[in-house]
């Protein structure tokens, strides 16, 4: 089978498309035939060598795979060959056939397609995740909001009775952030943004603060940041680092929080799936996503690094 291969930590040049056998699912998995991948900005810090955890080489990266059940590996009872299913994988995503633990496989239904099913794993569970503790009537600043996390973040923040505020690095991307319901859409890269969220605001700032830019811009975000209020870290798509004076923290009472999902239980992951899905069925989501044939996945990460996609970023594999 044709799968993209990592053989050495490095650039988007060291993903290869090459012809490996065809994986056979254990007990208590599945077989699952590819119909897409999903890819997260994690995908090519692991690929780079800079994400929390590395893998072993070779590898074959993706953690996402949607499409339909080729096998059943012993033990395994409640799901049938043929099914349309989403599954979470320990790697082995970017390829035409990958195995799933069985407890890790989620039914998707007939009117949901593959791609935008892949949005729901990672994205759409984080988007969740760091909305926790917010309620109707705040304010929240979602940086990237034209990005996977993002353009869930901004519509669930809507729902939930939000103030929201979307930053975006260009006019196409800020027009999506507005077209998804924020009140207010805002170029980060430009000098006075932070003017512009105070402005927003009528001064008070924000709060609550999804941050995942990373560089400069986060000791920027203190400053549109409410007394009181909170920030919330889950990425850094500069690649970059940053420094925050722990004393600064005083003068009004901020927070600063990381954010990791596999941090969270597997009983708030079931609940946010299942929450999700119901948005879905509500028809209150829309999943944004930008495809890639299987054997462009080097121009798929190196999309995703320069900041060149909108929402959702998908391996299309069959």
Do not use: C
């Amino acid at each position: 089978m044709k799968a993209i291969r990592l053989n050495e930590l490095g650039g988007a040049d060291k993903l290869s498309l090459e012809e490996i056998d065809k994986p056979i699912p254990n007990a208590g998995e599945i077989l699952i035939k590819v119909a897409a991948a999903g890819i997260n900005y994690a995908d090519t810090m692991m690929r780079a060598g800079n994400y929390l955890t590395k893998p072993e080489l070779p590898v074959t990266l993706g953690y996402e795979a949607a499409g339909t059940i080729e096998s059943l590996g012993e033990n395994v009872s409640n799901l049938k060959v043929g099914q349309r299913v989403l599954a979470t994988t320990s790697s082995g995503g970017y390829a035409e056939f990958a195995t799933a633990k069985a407890n890790q496989v989620i039914p998707i239904p007939d009117g949901l397609g593959f791609g935008e099913s892949t949005a729901l794993l990672v994205q759409g569970l984080t988007a969740l995740g760091l909305l926790n503790g917010t309620k109707a009537g705040d304010s929240i600043l979602i940086h990237a909001a034209a990005g996977g996390v993002g353009t869930l973040l901004v519509q669930l923040a809507k729902h939930k009775g939000l103030k929201v505020i979307g930053t975006a690095s260009s006019e196409q991307k800020l027009q999506t952030v507005a077209e998804l319901g924020a009140d207010f859409a805002i170029n980060y890269t430009e000098d006075d943004w932070t003017d512009e969220v105070l402005k927003a605001t009528d001064g008070k700032g924000v709060d609550w603060l999804i941050e995942m830019v990373g560089g400069d811009i986060v000791g920027k975000n203190l400053k549109v940041l409410a007394k009181h209020g909170t920030m919330w870290i889950y990425g850094s798509a500069s690649g970059e680092d940053f420094k925050v004076s722990v004393l600064s923290l005083m003068a009004k009472n901020h927070i600063i929080r990381g954010y990791w999902l596999m941090n969270e239980s597997v009983e708030n992951r079931i609940a946010f799936t299942k929450e999700l899905l119901e948005h879905l069925g509500a028809g209150r989501l829309k999943i944004q996503i930008t495809e890639f044939p299987l054997e462009k996945a080097k121009e798929a990460h190196e999309a995703i690094e320069n900041r060149k996609t909108t929402g959702k970023v998908v391996l299309k594999v069959g």
